[in-house]
Every structure is written in structure tokens, then in C-alpha cells.
């Protein structure tokens, strides 16, 4: 197969570059689009890759400013030539599921989420101080992003949705039923400690929509010590608001952080996350976690078992959540076994041989058998939800 990788944009590091170095690790010789590149903001392997950019790598600051190109995006997708190949595997969060591909073409759409600032904009506003010329300019734009997003989504022949939560939101946004496929955690790296230290533990940056403001009014209230990894533009308003027992460490380093999984009481997951890998990496270390029964933790913490879950998003909820956690006895083992579901041997496994049956059916699609080929490939697990194995 000729296979092409497809990518919203490389100049910030995140959870979405870790999912497109393992398709990269699957099909090494496909070349990635994508809108824009900045070599020095990612890691140096990705220089060695065949990144392919579009007209916007030649707009002003845009690789530093590229939110204000936001009505740019479309068109650089749209304005690829993907007729050459086989297959065409977007990884998307907002865009880049929009490349246009020919009926031999066959595009998997890997979907981080559906995007966020277009679907979930009063969520989006209701966080950001966001000026009052902003939130007067930005709604007309915001529902012809909608529309185009409900249009491009039509192209893809199948989504995979990398949680439950994502592929409820396919359906419910696009009118298109999504299989399940975890994204890749590097569970290899973490592995518990000797003992449980006295501290609690939170990652992240520091943004509002990751409601670490709820972990620092728990913890005022409650006295407990927690740490919080991560840096952002609320470090200053939390570190105002926060007692003596609520400790901001800024950016650590990969050593550091393996050492404050596998020695915190717990782990601290306040947000809705599409679905956090954060909480993956604590079990892997054997550390529960405390987490809102929201997004992608409804999949990755098993009540009781690996942690427990609140279900109101403030502060009380998370003190009393806090409290059933010290009431419950945990498995070391069970907790890393729960981790392990999402390792990147998992990932690549499922993955490869997802896009290998698709492919195979693509070429059948003709035949009676085939006629639905866009609805995907499901089985029904005892979730009761569609997924994948």
C-alpha cells in the first residue's frame, strides 16, 4: 500500500505527536501532511521524517501565532494532493481529517476529539478571559467552522475514536459510528515504588480547563500535601489562592516525574480530558487515582479498583472523593494490570491490524458483505459499547 500520514500541525509537543510517533512507527516510509512545522519545538527524530507542509508554513509567525490563522486551516488541507496513494490515516483534532481523497482512496480518520473550541464553545469561553471584542467577533466564525467540520467529516470512510467519550461525540456531531482503539501509553516506563509516600499528585499544564483550581480548593480544605507538575498561564492565580501544604513544581524532567508517580499516595485528575494519559502512566506505576467520571477516565479507572470517581466538578466532590480513596484498600497489581490495556505493544497491535482488515474490506466494498463498509468494523463488548478488538 501507499500509505500517507496526516497531521494537524508540528509546533507543540503533546499527547497527539506521541499517537503519530507510533503511526510513524507502523508506516515508516509514509510521508506526513500537515499544516505547519517547526523543527526546533519537536523532537529532533522528527527531522529525519518526510513532513510535508502546506501554504501556511509561509504565513508570518504562524508557527508561533497560529491561532490567529484559525480560517486558514481548511484550505491547507484542502489543498493537498493525496491522489498517489492507497491510504490515507489522519490523526485529528481539528483539521486535518478535511483532506480531500479520491473514491480508490481509502481515509481512516484516527480521532483525538472532534474539535473542541467549535462543538463545546460556551465550555471554551466559560474558561478563557477572553476580551469582550473576542467574544463578540468570534461566534460567526465559530458556526461556519461547524458546518465545514460536519461537511469534511463526510469524506472520511471510517473513524476511530480513541475513547468513549470521543466516539459518542462522532456520533452525535458527525452522524457516524466510530470503533474504539486506546491511544499508546509508554507504560514501560513507570513502575511501582517501594511504598505509598504522603503526597498527592497532579500533571499538566496549567490551564483553565484542567480545573487544577479544584485540586488547590480540596487541598486548602483538606491540609494534605500535593504536588503539582506543569507550568501555564494560571500558575500565578493558583499559587495566589493556595496554602503552604500545596507545592508547585513548574516543568520537571522525565526522571523526576517517574519518581513522583511511584511514590505519591494517589494521583489527582480533576478535568474531562478526551482521555488523559496522565492517569494511564500514575497506574503504571501502581498509584491510583482520583479522577471525574467524565471523558476518557470513564474508560482508563475502574471504580474501587484502580480508584474511584466523583461525579461533580468542585471542590466538595473532589474532598469527599479524597476520602473514599483513604477508605479503600488497592492491589498493586491489579492497578498495573489496568495500565497495561493501554501500552504502545497494545496500541501498534490493534492499530496495525485494524487498518489491515479495513483495507482488505475497502478493496471488497463492492461485494453485498461490504455494502455498509462505513459504519466499521465493531463488536459489541460488555460496556454494551461499539469497539474494537
Partial sequence: MRIALVHDFLNQYGGAERVLEQLHHLYPDAPV???????????????????????????PMVTKRHQAYLMAYPMAFESFDLSNYDLVISNSSAFCKGVVTGPETLHLSYCLTPMRWAWRYRDYVGHERLGPFARFALPPFIHYLRLWDVTSAQRVDRFVGIS????????????????????????????????????YLTVGRLVPYRRIDLVVDAFNELGRPV???????????????????????????????????????????????????APVEAQAAGRPVVAYAAGGALDTVQEGETGVLFHEQT?????????????????????????????VSVFREQFGAYVAQSYREWRLRGSPEQSDFRRGTVSVQSTGERSWS
Avoid at 474532598?319 to 498495573?336: K, N, Y
Fill in 164 to 199: 468513549r467519550a470521543v466516539a459518542a461525540r462522532v456520533r452525535k456531531y458527525y452522524g457516524r459510528e466510530a470503533d474504539i482503539i486506546f491511544p499508546p501509553v509508554d507504560t514501560a516506563r513507570f513502575a511501582p515504588g517501594v511504598g505509598s509516600g504522603d503526597y
Fill in 227 to 277: 504536588k503539582i507538575v506543569g507550568d501555564g498561564r494560571d500558575r500565578s492565580r493558583l499559587e495566589a489562592r493556595a496554602s503552604a501544604n500545596v507545592t508547585f513544581l513548574g516543568k520537571v524532567d522525565d526522571d523526576m516525574l517517574t519518581e513522583l508517580y511511584a511514590n505519591c499516595r494517589a494521583y489527582l485528575f480533576p478535568g474531562e480530558e478526551d482521555f488523559g494519559i
Fill in 315 to 343: 471542590a466538595p466532590a473532589l474532598v469527599e472523593a479524597v476520602g473514599r480513596l483513604e477508605r479503600t484498600s488497592f492491589d498493586v497489581r491489579r492497578i498495573r494490570a489496568n495500565a497495561e490495556r493501554f501500552s
Fill in 33 to 59: 501532511y500537515t499544516s505547519m512545522y517547526e523543527p526546533s519545538t519537536m523532537p529532533h527524530g522528527y527531522r529525519g521524517w518526510d513532513i510535508r507542509t502546506s501554504f501556511m508554513q509561509r504565513l
